[in-house]
């Protein structure tokens, strides 16, 4: 079985193994509700914002002072990298399987790279959130970076772009934004691929007791 995982799937393997397995090994999705647009729109224009400062080679104001190292400069690397199609890859032959990743940005210090993410809500984020979401993606954004061989910091960044503090008149409207820094873990995230991809190999877990897709798909399946 060919396995290609990302930063995405994980997130789900570790909601629910069960739910993971049945999407990978019986192509049974979890339902989907109307999805938000917005938020692709905000993380097309914000890497348009942050180019441009690139360009400049500076900082963009929201973050200046806030982190450390400058801009990732090789803006064609980079655009492969921020591609889905291309993006970060990692072929683990041990496993026989690959993770891939897009990512946000970049940050260079004294020769090591700092994972950049942005992220869009309608509230203040909280440091415990955002450990406790997206700790697992950051950790899978320097390892795909150290085995592209690359040298990591033990840390990377979200750029929170949430919730509007006013509209001009020019129909501008300006958000507030705040940098989180959180501590990295490759080794964390070469474990939990590991472990992932064991499981797809495997029987079909146990039903997730707090999962309400796994009861969801069984009510569905006892009326089928």
């Given at each position: ?14 909601e ?11 192509k049974?999705?979890r339902?989907r ?23 400049k ?21 980079l655009?492969?990298?921020?591609d ?5 890859r ?9 993770l ?5 940005d ?6 090591h ?20 979401y ?15 061989g ?7 960044y ?8 006013l509209?001009n ?12 820094r ?6 964390n ?19 997730h ?13 006892d009326?089928?």
């Amino acid at each position: 079985m060919k396995i290609q995982l990302s930063p995405s799937t994980l997130s789900l393997y570790k909601e629910c193994p069960r739910c993971f397995w049945l999407r990978f090994n019986e192509k049974i999705h979890r339902p989907r509700g109307i999805f938000p647009t917005l938020p692709g729109g905000m993380d097309a224009v914000i890497k348009v914002y942050f180019d441009k400062y690139r360009e400049k080679g500076s900082l963009p104001p929201d973050i200046d002072g806030k982190v450390v190292g400058s801009l990732f400069s090789d803006t064609t690397l980079l655009a492969e990298w921020r591609d889905w199609r291309t993006g970060l890859r990692f072929y683990d032959k041990d496993n026989e399987a690959l993770l891939r990743g897009a990512l946000d940005d970049c940050l260079v210090d004294d020769g090591h790279l700092i994972p950049v993410d942005y992220k869009t809500r309608g509230y203040a984020p909280s440091a415990d959130d955002s450990k406790k979401y997206y700790s697992a993606q950051l950790n899978c954004y320097s390892l795909l970076l150290l085995e592209n061989g690359y040298k990591v910091r033990d840390f990377a960044y979200l750029v929170y772009y949430y919730y509007p503090l006013l509209v001009n008149e020019s129909g501008i409207v300006q958000f507030k934004v705040e940098t989180i820094r959180l501590d990295t873990d490759p080794e964390n995230a070469r474990q939990m691929f590991k472990n992932a991809v064991d499981l797809l190999r495997s029987p079909l877990p146990e039903k997730h007791s707090s999962c309400e897709y796994c009861g969801w798909l069984e009510n569905f399946m006892d009326e089928s």
